[in-house]
């Protein structure tokens, strides 16, 4: 069995990221822990519970299963493939193998809950990104 998730991220996408960051940032005071350009991820519970606010915009539009006000469950692992190679073996059906974002210097897949809700994987690369408590 794989080690236990370490941390949760929630993503959700804004048509005004600007209006949103100030509004989580600084309306609610969430702290900052992470600045990937397009998103901004803040700190909800200490080191483990974070919430990433995400550009959704005509320009750039997310894909159609992360569409504005869609939401993604993010379970963060040191790893990702020992979960994927669990959760296969389990019968869950992932978009993809696990594969490195340059965007979002992530490591990560997606798959999908019973009723359809995105969930991923994810390990983050940036070194400037808060670890766990231990």
Not at 18 to 40: H, K, N, P, V
Not at 44 to 53: D, N
Not at 79 to 99: N, Q, T, Y
Not at 104 to 109: A, G, H, I, L
Request: proline share 10%; hydrophobic share 35%; net charge neutral.
């Amino acid at each position: 069995m794989p080690a236990p998730f370490e941390q949760q991220v929630t993503f959700v996408y804004a048509s005004d990221t600007e209006r949103s960051w100030r509004f989580y940032g600084e309306t609610i005071g969430l702290e900052l822990a992470l600045d990937q350009g397009a998103c901004r991820i803040y700190r909800v519970a200490g080191r483990e519970g974070f919430l990433g606010v995400c550009r959704a915009s005509a320009a750039t539009p997310p894909p159609p299963d992360r569409a504005p006000r869609g939401v993604v469950l993010t379970l963060v692992t040191p790893d990702v493939d020992g979960w994927h190679a669990l959760l296969k073996s389990r019968g869950v059906v992932f978009d993809a193998e696990p594969r490195h974002s340059e965007r979002y210097n992530v490591y990560s897949c997606f798959f999908r809950d019973p009723d359809g809700y995105l969930l991923e994987l994810q390990k983050f690369l940036a070194p400037e990104w808060p670890a766990p408590r231990r």
